[in-house]
């Protein structure tokens, strides 16, 4: 039954379709099974699907649904592909994105819009298996603008409030800029290829574009645009940080196993392109750099619990553009997956502790929690470690691919690895500074606290925990697509792993010391007015919001206040205007008198009659 490609969208669709038409008058248990159940299916199917290619009996499994459109010589399939890189997305949607949505039918429970919630969530899965599994450009854009759809859906759920719709809809304008840089860059690979069928695109691109070609750097220009737009990478990434807005689970959803992992998919899917165009190849690396140091120190400085993660999950996409800069395409891969356990596992606990904790956000209103919230804490230790890469967790892993990938990069090689490494420093600080204040720092607001957990918010926890330590042993089996040798082969020094193996730790051990033991005063650090400017620089995302604000919207609510009676506007006004005196008119003429009436009508016979005899 599960052999078909096409179950695993339709899966979820339909759990999407029920609990749509329903319009919210299915009981909460069954509103739940379908939610969790449509996903639970669509992993089965997955696990189906892919043994084949996992245990090497075919390397591709194709099926063509149906032609979606035919308009002279151009024709359009719904048809989906499957190969190594396809078998990684559809296992970590549908595997983490089943644990996330068991975990929202305890999370969610009390929420009044609960059908609603899972409607959504069920969509949000089948718009990014579409999106994974889509065999040309034209379909993978459906599903690129299906999780742009529902993500603005999810963030702004709580909609009752105007800054969560403010948050939907920044995402939303935010996204649809990298958007339409990647639709403009489908009509260039149409307009110069004659194809949108992705293998077929490719091959020609090798063919009719040469290394370096015009057009192979602005179609790869093209699509990085909409990749940093989707996977909230510079310049393009303020919107990912007040994504929170929504609830927990969704914010899982978004960072783990969806959303933001849609643009690192879009660069390896077409590593052919970026492979004709280095400097472009080099620019995503450079990008991925920038923003895991920028969000790495912004992380540093937040309160919120989950804009601490949101910041995380910026700056780890950022490690995935690196290696996806310097030709680690596996690597990259690798690291998506193993991101998608400890980050999920980081989420789902952060929902645990603010449901625990009555809805508080803040880091320093919590405070010695460890006793009082075990699995969460256990949850965030073990997830903080992957995160930091602590030795022989599944971070540790897929990290050390990529940095060992950007050292054996000529010429620029080095300065990408240490900007890496620098990196693991600050993600070491932020991650347990997390674990330090939340668990073990002075509670300043909440001394109680009752750990709230069933089975359903408890199972996925624990499977994560397994999976973010053991998740980096797992074989991703990518390198039949990406069948150009990743790396120089060149020996690596032993004090260069060294390093890489120290560095998070030595990040670790600062931040214990500023937040575990104290034995450093961040007090005395802030009473520098230097150390100061950059905290507030760094709190406040390094001006990113604010610089847009004066360079667009600042600019754009003036022209429309000025122009607020536009021409347009005008024209219409000009025609209700015309109609109203008309109007007017003919209603003088209705007098209600019978002479009137028939002077009216001789007179205008006669009138009738001299013209007719004038002409």
Aim: hydrophobic share 55%; charged share 10%; with cysteine.
């Amino acid at each position: 039954m599960f052999e078909s490609l096409g179950w695993l969208p339709t899966f979820p669709l339909l759990g999407f379709l029920v609990l749509f038409l329903s319009g919210g008058g299915l009981p909460k248990r069954l509103v739940a099974t379908i939610g969790a159940g449509s996903i639970g299916l669509a992993f089965i199917a997955a696990l189906f699907v892919a043994l084949p290619i996992i245990n090497g009996d075919t390397q591709i499994i194709v099926h063509e649904v149906y032609t979606w459109m035919a308009v002279g010589s151009f024709e359009s399939a719904f048809g989906l592909y499957l190969d190594g890189l396809s078998v990684v997305m559809i296992l970590v949607i549908t595997g983490v994105g089943f644990l996330i949505h068991l975990y929202s039918t305890g999370f969610m429970i009390d929420d009044p819009s609960y059908s609603r919630f899972f409607a959504i969530m069920n969509l949000f899965v089948a718009a990014m298996l579409v999106l994974v599994l889509a065999d040309n450009l034209l379909l993978l854009y459906l599903g690129w603008e299906g999780v742009g759809l529902c993500s603005y859906l999810l963030i702004g759920f709580w909609y009752q409030d105007p800054e969560n719709g403010y948050a939907a809809r920044k995402a939303f304008v935010t996204t649809r800029v990298g958007d339409t840089s990647m639709a403009i860059g489908l009509f260039l690979i149409f307009s110069q290829l004659g194809s949108l069928d992705i293998q077929e695109s490719m091959a020609l691109a090798q063919v009719e574009w040469g290394l370096g070609s015009g057009y192979a750097v602005a179609a790869a220009l093209l699509l990085l645009g909409g990749a940093v737009g989707k996977s909230a990478q510079m310049p393009l990434q303020t919107w990912l940080p007040d994504a929170m807005a929504g609830p927990t689970p969704i914010s899982a959803l978004i960072h783990a196993a969806t959303m933001v992992t849609a643009g690192v998919y879009l660069i390896a899917r077409t590593h052919t392109l970026f492979e004709l165009a280095p400097d472009v190849q080099l620019l995503v690396a450079l990008i991925g750099l920038a923003t895991l140091l920028i969000a790495g120190f912004t992380a540093m400085t937040q309160h919120d619990i989950k804009r601490i993660l949101a910041y995380s999950t910026i700056s780890q996409i950022g490690y995935m553009f690196l290696g996806l800069g310097v030709g680690a395409w596996s690597a990259s891969v690798f690291h998506l997956m193993t991101h998608a356990f400890f980050k999920a596992l980081l989420f789902l606990a952060a929902g645990t502790v603010i449901l625990s904790l009555h809805h508080e956000h803040n880091i320093f209103k919590m405070g010695g929690k460890w006793r009082q919230l075990p699995l969460a804490f256990a949850s965030f230790l073990i997830g903080s470690l992957a995160l930091a890469a602590f030795p022989f967790t599944s971070g540790y892993f897929s990290k050390d691919e990529i940095l060992l990938a950007a050292l054996e990069l000529e010429h620029y090689g080095f300065w990408l690895w240490l900007g890496g490494v620098v990196g693991a420093f600050f993600t070491g600080i932020y991650s347990f500074r997390l674990v330090f204040v939340v668990f073990f720092g002075d509670s300043a607001g909440h001394h109680e606290a009752r750990e709230v957990t069933g089975f359903s918010m408890a199972a996925p926890l624990l499977v994560l925990m397994v999976l973010a330590l053991a998740g980096g042993l797992i074989h991703v089996p990518t390198e039949s697509i990406f069948a150009a040798p990743e790396h120089g082969g060149h020996q690596v020094s032993t004090l260069m792993h060294s390093i890489m193996i120290a560095v998070p730790l030595l990040g670790i051990a600062l931040s214990y010391l500023f937040y575990g033991s104290r034995t450093l005063s961040v007090e005395r650090l802030m009473s520098n007015n230097v150390a100061r400017g950059l905290h507030k620089f760094w709190f406040a995302g390094w001006g990113f919001d604010g610089l847009y604000r004066r360079l667009f919207i600042t600019p754009y609510l003036w022209l429309a206040a000025i122009n607020k009676r536009d021409v347009v506007d005008t024209a219409s006004e000009l025609l209700v205007i015309l109609s109203e005196a008309g109007n007017a008119m003919l209603a003088r003429s209705q007098s209600g008198s019978l002479r009137w009436y028939i002077l009216s009508v001789v007179g205008g016979t006669v009138l009738l009659i001299t013209l007719g005899g004038v002409l």
